[in-house]
């Protein structure tokens, strides 16, 4: 889709998680004339930007403004890479969810569709709740979904409009899975539980998890998709390229891991033995935890996405020995 390296990017949520991952990969692309919008804060996701080659910075706030006023101050977008939201699955400020991952991501979508600029956006796995009516990114009855948290249903909320006006017809959703690796640090409880897992490991040489709390899955059994950062990028690039893409689409490894599994990888990338304690889940969370998650990424591999996927082990190695011990961002590896 992109006509050329010089083409202009809008990446909002640059300095976050997997959006500066993004721009780590448009940069290894050859991609650097990139407009990233985010809200900084007081957190360190600053540091995630030190590495990466991009043209301007600009507030979240003040992008929505000059999109609401039909400014052409950010230039000729052609790609808008929409991955700004706040993502806490505990955030309890409803109107705030709704401000900043319905109507923001819905102004943005009609702003770039206006401007024939291809939109690329962030929904979220979260939508699908419990899974008992499936994972399936091929559903056509989305109504049929239950997500078990607010975040989760107002990114639901988002892909239910967009399919009701018929605006999903011409952009893209991505529904990620358990994505962890590099530059994720900054998300303090929203972080992976490699990440967590590393610090508990150096500090105390073993790992807590959850007890199970249903008879059909043993302790530690829980699964989840777990999906590298950087194949969720590539993935993301893949469609945002592919000129027929359009709808909803599953972001994820395809395969389910248990979190004995993971845990086990992260003592194997440091060398160690496993250790593994058990704790009981808090009250507040057990109606509201997924005991399995497995993306179907049939439609992913339809649209042309014919990349092989790193296997857990590797992921985590790599991300423990290359970004982990050494307190890496992406893009310093080139430093």
């Given at each position: 889709m992109l006509k050329s390296s010089d083409c202009r990017i809008l990446v909002t949520g640059g300095a976050g998680f997997i959006g500066s991952a993004l721009v780590w990969e448009l940069n290894r692309r050859g991609f650097e004339n990139i407009i990233i919008s985010d809200r900084l804060g007081t957190d360190e996701k600053w540091r995630n930007l030190v590495p990466l080659k991009f043209a301007d910075y600009i507030d979240a706030d003040?992008?929505?403004?000059?999109?609401?006023?039909?400014?052409?101050?950010?230039?000729?977008?052609?790609?808008?890479?929409?991955?700004?939201?706040?993502?806490?699955?505990?955030?309890?400020?409803?109107?705030?969810?709704?401000?900043?991952?319905?109507?923001?991501?819905?102004?943005?979508?009609?702003?770039?569709?206006a401007r024939s600029a291809r939109f690329v956006y962030a929904s979220s796995a979260a939508t699908y709740g419990d899974g008992s009516h499936g994972m399936d990114d091929r559903m056509t009855d989305l109504h049929k979904l239950r997500p078990l948290n607010m975040y989760g249903y107002s990114k639901h909320l988002f892909d239910l409009q967009a399919q009701r006006s018929g605006l999903l017809r011409?952009?893209?959703?991505?529904?990620?899975?358990?994505?962890?690796?590099?530059n994720e640090d900054h998300k303090a409880d929203m972080r992976s539980v490699v990440h967590k897992a590393y610090g508990q490991i150096?500090?105390?040489?073993?790992?807590?998890?959850?007890?199970?709390?249903?008879?059909?899955?043993?302790?530690?059994?829980?699964?989840?998709?777990?999906?590298?950062?950087?194949?969720?990028?590539?993935?993301?690039?893949?469609?945002?390229?592919?000129?027929?893409?359009?709808?909803?689409?599953?972001?994820?490894?395809?395969?389910?891991?248990?979190?004995?599994?993971?845990?086990?990888?992260?003592?194997?990338a440091l060398g160690r033995e496993p250790n593994i304690e058990f704790v009981d889940m808090p009250e507040t969370l057990r109606a509201k935890y997924q005991y399995y998650t497995c993306a179907d990424i049939t439609r992913l591999r339809q649209s042309g996405y014919q990349d092989a996927l790193t296997p857990l082990t590797e992921s985590v190695r790599d991300y423990v020995q290359g970004y982990l011990m050494g307190d890496k961002r992406l893009g310093d590896e080139a430093a």
């Open positions: 003040e992008v929505l403004k000059r999109v609401q006023e039909k400014s052409d101050s950010l230039g000729n977008v052609e790609l808008v890479l929409h991955l700004g939201a706040c993502s806490a699955t505990t955030e309890r400020d409803s109107d705030f969810l709704m401000r900043n991952n319905v109507d923001y991501t819905r102004t943005l979508a009609q702003w770039a569709v011409r952009i893209v959703g991505l529904k990620y899975f358990n994505v962890f690796g590099p150096l500090a105390t040489n073993k790992v807590q998890l959850f007890r199970s709390h249903r008879p059909d899955f043993k302790d530690g059994e829980q699964m989840r998709d777990f999906l590298y950062v950087k194949d969720a990028v590539r993935m993301t690039l893949h469609l945002a390229h592919a000129p027929m893409a359009a709808g909803l689409y599953n972001l994820g490894s395809g395969e389910a891991n248990s979190w004995v599994q993971l845990t086990t990888a992260i003592f194997a």
